[in-house]
């Protein structure tokens, strides 16, 4: 007899199984395979052109399959339409600058998937509200985007994705280029959301303050799967050799100390 389907709530966030793709005729990914499943926070780490980004790319759909599998929530890919659930913060660079917009109006285009044709109602102010406070821009509303500093406009572009208050967080190197006190606050953004039961699917290049947050690591070398398992501090010096990684704890301006993991 077969058994039943398992019901959608025990399903991986993410399932990703042999999962190929390239960038123009370069291959980026090699058949990866990456499970998410609800709640947890995993971070995706490698060097420089390791295909990290073009993982997270991949499952929000931006970078195609050539071969493999992508389900979403249990839904296949090609047949998921609610995208509501699903929260995208892109590296900063490529999402930044030129744009002619209040800071609660970017914040404010993150709830468009749950408005209806594009006006929004009182839960969608609110919501939009909530997501200026977590990340500490309430007092910022009415300000230009072009005004901010880096660390605040990557804020912003986090604060637009909590503003449709997702289940599933994707994160492209949420923490490059911010600096302390801006990594802080949206350590303790992204907590609140982790305690809500969100989750977090990071690309990151170092843990730094949002290391005690993350359940998994999965190491990508060269778009393969290297290591799938406790984050870099907790499985020793030399269980990832020919990656550097800068201990988060270092202190700044010192010579960081290598782990053996990324560059």
Same mark, same amino acid.
Request: hydrophobic fraction near 45%; charge should be neutral.
């Given at each position: 007899?077969?058994?039943?389907?398992?019901?959608?709530? =025990?399903?991986?966030?993410?399932?990703?199984?042999?999962?190929?793709?390239?960038?123009?005729?370069?291959?980026?990914?090699?058949?990866?395979?990456?499970?998410?499943?609800?709640? *947890?926070?995993?971070? !995706?780490?490698?060097?420089?052109? #390791?295909? $990290?980004?073009?993982?997270?790319?991949?499952?929000?759909?931006?970078? @195609?399959?050539? =071969?493999?599998?992508?389900?979403?929530?249990? +839904?296949?890919? $090609?047949?998921?339409?609610?995208? #509501?659930?699903?929260?995208?913060?892109?590296?900063?660079?490529?999402?930044?600058?030129?744009?002619?917009?209040?800071?609660? *109006?970017?914040? #404010?285009?993150?709830?468009?998937?749950? #408005?209806?044709?594009? !006006? !929004?109602? $009182?839960?969608?102010?609110?919501?939009?509200?909530?997501?200026?406070?977590?990340?500490?821009?309430?007092?910022?509303?009415?300000?230009?985007?072009?005004?901010?500093?880096?660390?605040?406009?990557?804020?912003?572009?986090?604060?637009?994705?909590?503003?449709?208050?997702?289940?599933?967080?994707?994160?492209?190197?949420?923490?490059?280029?911010?600096?302390?006190?801006?990594? *802080?606050?949206?350590?303790?953004?992204?907590?609140?959301?982790? /305690?809500?039961?969100?989750?977090?699917?990071?690309? !990151?290049?170092?843990?730094?303050?949002? *290391?005690?947050?993350?359940?998994?690591?999965?190491?990508?070398?060269?778009?393969?799967?290297?290591?799938?398992?406790?984050?870099?501090?907790?499985?020793?010096?030399?269980?990832?050799?020919?990656? =550097?990684?800068?201990? @988060?704890? /270092?202190?700044?301006?010192?010579?960081?100390?290598? +782990?053996?993991?990324?560059?």
């Amino acid at each position: 007899m077969q058994s039943p389907p398992r019901p959608a709530q =025990d399903q991986p966030v993410i399932s990703l199984r042999g999962a190929t793709a390239s960038l123009g005729s370069r291959p980026v990914l090699r058949g990866i395979d990456l499970t998410v499943g609800r709640g *947890e926070v995993v971070a !995706l780490l490698g060097a420089n052109g #390791s295909g $990290k980004s073009t993982a997270v790319r991949a499952v929000v759909g931006q970078v @195609p399959l050539t =071969d493999g599998d992508l389900a979403l929530f249990g +839904t296949e890919f $090609k047949r998921f339409r609610d995208w #509501s659930r699903i929260g995208y913060v892109p590296q900063r660079t490529t999402a930044a600058g030129g744009v002619p917009a209040t800071v609660r *109006e970017v914040v #404010s285009s993150g709830r468009l998937a749950r #408005s209806r044709f594009g !006006l !929004l109602r $009182k839960a969608d102010r609110a919501a939009v509200e909530r997501a200026l406070a977590l990340v500490d821009m309430d007092a910022y509303a009415g300000v230009s985007v072009n005004a901010l500093s880096g660390g605040q406009h990557q804020r912003v572009l986090i604060a637009r994705a909590l503003a449709g208050e997702p289940e599933l967080l994707l994160m492209d190197e949420p923490m490059a280029g911010v600096d302390l006190a801006n990594q *802080e606050v949206l350590a303790k953004a992204l907590r609140e959301q982790v /305690a809500a039961g969100a989750t977090v699917l990071l690309v !990151l290049h170092e843990l730094g303050p949002l *290391e005690p947050l993350i359940d998994r690591a999965v190491v990508l070398r060269d778009g393969c799967v290297v290591h799938d398992g406790p984050p870099p501090e907790a499985v020793g010096q030399h269980a990832l050799p020919g990656h =550097d990684h800068v201990h @988060p704890h /270092a202190a700044h301006g010192a010579e960081p100390l290598r +782990t053996g993991l990324l560059s």
